[in-house]
């Protein structure tokens, strides 16, 4: 399902090209109807106008020529998102950053302007830049986007000014949004959105766009001063943060101080290990890495290892067969396990040499480097929402609310309380005031010296099982009191928490793509032929990954042709029969090989042909593939 709409254009579009037209000397026969101006527009034999005369260009805040991008990042969250990849190339005679379409969808860009200006951005007015387009055919057609901004202590959105690039004499062409409302330290950001394509409408396939020469302006119009160095960060709710399935979840992580490094292809750059890294590198411990790439590859270098210069997770990239790096869907966060260092380096960490390096097949950025303990990656499911949860507060200070009837309800054995969250130092954890066994910190760890257990956190999400709440509150829910608290030991912000049935989240680091996109109304199935590449991908041990959207959040798959007859797999109670439920989180849906045999045996052969998505409600599969563990 092709989420780009190219005949959407945008009515300020429509009249500019009308205007452009009639401009032009008004030929018999010309039509002026918007329509087909549209039409005449969209490539470029049948553009002969002059390109608008603009304004004198404002100062750039950033221009890219230093090569670096870490504030940039793709946002997949948005309906019919493309997971666009994002690097430094040369256009139009310069440095620019490309914007590159991967699945047809339209694409969003995001730019952390708190990041960039600092207390500055609380100035910002207006924003510039060059953008323009090319097509896989090399010729021109039009397209358009906005600028939204996230603004506030609730990074609020608003939809802003549009841009188009309608002409091929105005490609590129420079765009301008008037913004308001930054707040400084609120990690507040703009997106730059492609969402109309004539090229896809027309069969071409969706465009990619370069952004150069972004102008960050006051009120006065003067050029506000940015650090090019900058790092998008994790602001709540930006997906490039928190598509956390196919990877571990982290306990207790260490974070790689200033850790944030770019390179072109098979280049390496990294730094030298603090010594908290150094014992952090121990036995079930995995090395993550927030990144961006041009091939979505990203895998770890260690030069000075007493063995030998090594490659730890490039798979066959370099043709040596080697492990894979475990990676997300949206490839922007990676994954080394202590294992997989030690299987080319040995167990001894103090013969892996002092420097960690990170390395790519294509121009890459590295934002974060942490190491943490591997841990189950949860997913909620039939989750209860803490109605109206919203609190912050500083380093070592609680804040929270009365729980509500159904979420006192909803905690049960095999259950997880997960938080939504940022703090300084990535911690968070539960607090139960008014417990019978007296004011409890549940999932602190040894932050404040009791040598508990840590919650599961990533920094953007935190989650704390039943069973630790009852380990030290008692397993009588009525006996936790009322309330519910979150702490941490830096100042903190929590935006909502839910609890729900605990499933896991299996990682695998080897994938084999289903091409599957396509959508369906409620209980209605459609999906994909496999392959005999595809059919062989399905083994023990073996997932099938889904990246979809559906308003009830859930989704699962149907073997139409198995020998057994037509079987749903995953579907949990959905349908009354109480069968196993996949794992999701809303935008990632897992089934496992082990799901699928137990309702259809261990022989794959007898699975049939096909494998289809269906949910019980509207839904659409932008993406889903087969992974498994190597």
Request: aromatic content about 10%.
């Amino acid at each position: 399902m092709r989420r780009v709409k190219g005949k959407v254009v945008t009515a300020a579009l429509v009249s500019a090209m009308a205007l452009s037209l009639a401009g032009c000397g008004g030929e018999s026969g010309q039509t002026t109807e918007a329509t087909s101006a549209v039409e005449d527009a969209s490539s470029a034999e049948d553009t002969t106008e002059a390109a608008p005369a603009e304004e004198a260009k404002a100062e750039a805040s950033v221009d890219f020529e230093d090569g670096n991008f870490a504030f940039a990042a793709v946002n997949t969250s948005k309906g019919g998102a493309d997971k666009s990849e994002i690097s430094v190339e040369d256009f139009n005679g310069s440095k620019a950053l490309k914007v590159t379409n991967k699945d047809g969808g339209n694409m969003f860009l995001g730019i952390n302007v708190s990041a960039l200006l600092g207390d500055k951005v609380a100035d910002l007015a207006e924003v510039r830049f060059d953008i323009g387009t090319e097509s896989s055919d090399g010729k021109f057609y039009s397209s358009s986007g906005r600028v939204y901004t996230y603004t506030g202590d609730n990074l609020d959105e608003t939809k802003g000014d549009e841009w188009s690039v309608y002409i091929d004499t105005a490609n590129p062409k420079t765009a301008k949004a008037a913004v308001s409302g930054f707040v400084a330290g609120k990690d507040n950001y703009i997106i730059i959105s492609k969402e109309t394509d004539v090229a896809a409408d027309k069969g071409v396939g969706a465009q990619n766009f370069y952004i150069d020469n972004i102008a960050l302006l006051a009120a006065d119009g003067s050029t506000l001063v940015a650090d090019s160095s900058a790092e998008f960060g994790s602001p709540a709710g930006f997906s490039a943060a928190n598509d956390r399935a196919n990877l571990f979840g982290l306990i207790n992580a260490v974070v790689f101080p200033d850790f944030a490094v770019s390179a072109g292809e098979w280049a390496q750059d990294g730094k030298d290990m603090p010594q908290e890294i150094i014992d952090a590198l121990k036995p079930g411990s995995v090395v993550e890495i927030e990144y961006q790439s041009a091939t979505g590859n990203m895998w770890l270098v260690m030069p000075g290892a007493e063995k030998g210069w090594m490659r730890v997770g490039v798979g066959d990239a370099d043709g040596s067969g080697q492990q894979y790096a475990y990676k997300n869907g949206a490839k922007n966060i990676a994954q080394v396990t202590y294992e997989q260092i030690a299987a080319v380096c040995g167990d001894d960490v103090s013969k892996w040499g002092a420097t960690m390096q990170c390395e790519s097949d294509g121009a890459w950025s590295v934002t974060s480097v942490k190491v943490g303990e591997a841990s189950k990656a949860y997913a909620l499911k039939n989750p209860v929402e803490f109605a109206d949860f919203s609190a912050s507060a500083g380093e070592w200070a609680q804040d929270g609310k009365d729980m509500p009837q159904e979420f006192i309800d909803a905690l049960k054995p095999g259950t997880v309380v997960e938080i939504s969250y940022k703090s300084e130092s990535g911690n968070m954890w539960l607090v139960m005031p008014g417990c019978e066994k007296g004011w409890m910190r549940v999932g602190v760890g040894n932050v404040d010296g009791s040598g508990q257990g840590f919650a599961v956190c990533d920094g953007s999400k935190a989650y704390v099982t039943y069973e630790d709440l009852a380990k030290y509150c008692g397993d009588d829910v009525s006996k936790w009191g009322t309330t519910m608290q979150c702490e941490s030991d830096k100042a903190w912000e929590v935006y909502g928490i839910r609890v729900g049935e605990a499933t896991e989240f299996v990682p695998a680091n080897s994938y084999v793509d289903l091409e599957a996109k396509t959508s369906a109304d409620a209980w209605a199935q459609d999906g994909i032929t496999l392959t005999e590449e595809q059919k062989a991908a399905l083994v023990k041990g073996s997932t099938i990954n889904v990246t979809y959207e559906s308003e009830s959040g859930e989704l699962w798959i149907v073997m139409p042709e198995a020998e057994k007859g037509w079987t749903r797999v995953g579907v949990g109670n959905y349908d009354g029969s109480g069968s196993d439920s996949a794992a999701c989180n809303g935008s990632v849906c897992q089934v496992t090989f082990e799901q699928i045999a137990a309702l259809l045996g261990d022989d794959t052969s007898k699975w049939g042909d096909k494998i289809q998505f269906e949910a019980s409600t509207p839904w659409s599969v932008t993406s889903a593939w087969i992974g498994t563990t190597k």
